[in-house]
């Protein structure tokens, strides 16, 4: 009965309720195309049919995992067709053209949208029972973890990787050690350290669920990321049809370092794509390969903040060896299903399970992909529903926004001299 007991927790929870959506997303081929996709109007009878599904597979996983965890059922449905309905305004207002065109992700509006309930009017207790922003976190990073594949790793190249690797640890620690200097908290530090290095709001998300980052910093930091990528779309390009040039008057040469110093400085995967589309076709592609790289490296930052974590278990600030004990009781159980999620997809995959494993773009992790921006929103919801404004413009938010800016100003230098490295010099000569 005890080790029952220590099953029904929240990490074990919504890990075991993630497992349906990963079998749904699996056979993703042999549902209706566009089945459980998030519509971008409500014109058509399938976007109302979709809405209605995602809403009844939410609920009642909302359902299960409040009853394994022993929370309250009462009011439940009708507090979760809020949470719901502003979700739903929050995608549909994401995908409306010139919204899309800006860059600004479903989240942002999530948040926002929240923020205004918050505090622009009461929240009555009835409205409580299913502002749950941590459950949806958590199923949200394990559908991620679906969408990550093996072969990314290879596919990127070694150069790529390379890239990927220094530039991630080198910004990460350098945005860390200045989030520690401006008085930013050690847990919103790894959030903030995570999103700006890897790929702006997953690697928030993850890292905050891994390191228990606070709600409201939380959104604090995603809404800094999903803000400041709008002007970098425009300024990175720019610079860089200013800069490269300078290097070689080689074109190709040009369009690689382009792409790739693009590709590890623009937060989100959609901002490269855009960013480096204006630059030049080529270059588009590089960018999209090394972030690409970069976004596999999400589960590796998570692993070692939860290792670093579990050796300060003793509570007194300081780094101890932690046993192996220590290290799977603190270690967050919902991670180990990003991971599984990862390994079990990459291998239908490789095996050619998939009916369409040779797609460059793969209906099962388009499908987990959807899961996981779908409970994203629902999470973001949530965190704004709980925030107060004054949160918003606290002295320690707006030390997150200066080091954000500041740790970001390192990022554009230092990956323009990675990729640089790598493409202008050692690649010439190598190949």
């Not at 359902?63 to 502003?86: A, Q």
């Not at 290097?247 to 794509?273: E, H, N, R």
Request: charged share 15%; glycine share 6%.
């Amino acid at each position: 009965m005890s080790k029952l007991k220590k099953l029904l927790v929240e990490d074990w929870v919504v890990t075991f309720l993630s497992i349906p959506l990963l079998v749904i997303a699996g056979l993703a081929t042999f549902l209706p195309k566009d089945a459980l996709k998030i519509p971008s109007d409500l014109l058509h009878l399938e976007s109302w049919l979709n809405i209605g599904a995602l809403f009844v597979i939410a609920l009642v996983l909302l359902f299960i995992g409040n009853k394994l965890l022993s929370r309250p059922l009462r009011g439940l449905c009708w507090s979760f067709v809020v949470v719901f309905t502003i979700s739903m305004l929050a995608q549909l207002t994401a995908k409306i053209g010139f919204i899309k065109a800006w860059g600004f992700e479903a989240v942002f509006f999530s948040v926002i949208f929240g923020l205004i309930v918050r505090n622009a009017f009461h929240i009555p207790e009835w409205l409580k029972p299913a502002i749950q922003g941590e459950f949806f976190i958590k199923i949200g990073v394990v559908c991620l973890g679906a969408t990550i594949l093996f072969r990314d790793f290879l596919a990127a190249g070694s150069l790529a990787l390379i890239q990927g690797c220094v530039v991630v640890f080198c910004v990460w620690m350098f945005a860390f050690f200045l989030s520690k200097k401006m008085g930013v908290d050690e847990r919103s530090a790894m959030t903030l350290s995570s999103g700006l290095s890897i790929c702006g709001v997953s690697a928030c998300i993850t890292a905050a669920g891994v390191a228990n980052t606070d709600g409201k910093k939380l959104s604090y930091i995603v809404s800094v990321v999903l803000i400041i990528v709008v002007p970098m779309i425009y300024i990175m390009p720019y610079l860089a049809k200013l800069v490269v040039p300078l290097l070689t008057d080689d074109v190709a040469i040009q369009q690689q370092i382009a792409g790739a110093w693009i590709g590890g400085t623009v937060d989100t995967t959609s901002g490269v794509g855009a960013a480096s589309a204006i630059y030049s076709e080529e270059a588009n592609k590089i960018a999209m390969i090394v972030k690409a790289t970069q976004n596999v490296l999400i589960g590796v930052v998570a692993f070692f903040i939860a290792l670093y974590l579990s050796s300060k278990s003793a509570g007194d600030g300081k780094l101890h060896r932690p046993s192996l004990k220590i290290v799977w009781d603190k270690f967050p159980k919902f991670v180990l299903g990003f991971v599984l999620a990862s390994a079990v997809f990459s291998l239908l995959q490789s095996y050619e399970i998939f009916p369409d494993f040779a797609a460059k773009k793969l209906a099962e992790t388009a499908m987990a992909k959807n899961f996981s921006g779908f409970f994203f929103s629902l999470a973001f919801v949530c965190i704004g529903m709980d925030t107060r404004l004054k949160d918003i413009v606290s002295k320690e938010n707006r030390n997150i926004l200066f080091t954000f800016i500041g740790a970001q100003v390192f990022n554009i230098i230092f990956t323009f001299f990675v990729a640089w490295m790598l493409f202008g010099v050692i690649k010439p000569m190598l190949f």
